[in-house]
């Protein structure tokens, strides 16, 4: 599967963004999805995870309850919204897909991964 993230822009805090991630030559129904964001000189982190099944979704901690992660079968693509930016929220974002069965919420749960696109958030 090809993934292709795109969104990204410059917002002032408080703002919004929908992030895209578009797949090809598989459909994601047959993975779990994932957003994971990387910003200058930190390791890459988990984000947001729904499963292949799209029952179930998952996130972390720091952006629970301003982001949602959804996802359109028949447009092969998932979603990010993010809500109430935050400065810290600032990153690279990354979409991923992973095989396995089971949902992870790590890097290494997660087998193919887009090219990232930039959010910036301004104070």
């Known amino acids: 599967v090809q993934l292709q993230a795109s969104g990204g822009g410059l917002v002032q805090a408080g703002g919004t963004l929908r992030l895209s991630c578009s797949a090809s030559g598989r459909t994601i129904s047959r993975y779990n999805m994932g957003w994971f964001r990387q910003a200058p000189g930190k390791e890459r982190e988990f984000v947001a995870a729904i499963s292949w099944s799209g029952g179930n979704t998952y996130y972390a901690d720091s952006v629970k309850g301003r982001f949602t992660i959804s996802r359109d079968t028949a447009q092969n693509t998932v979603y990010l919204q993010m809500n109430s930016l935050k400065p810290e929220d600032t990153a690279v974002y990354y979409c991923?897909?992973?095989?396995?069965?089971?949902?992870?919420?790590?890097?290494?749960?997660?087998?193919?991964w887009g090219q990232g696109t930039q959010v910036t958030v301004s104070s």
């Open positions: 991923a897909a992973g095989s396995s069965l089971r949902i992870g919420v790590t890097r290494e749960a997660f087998d193919y």
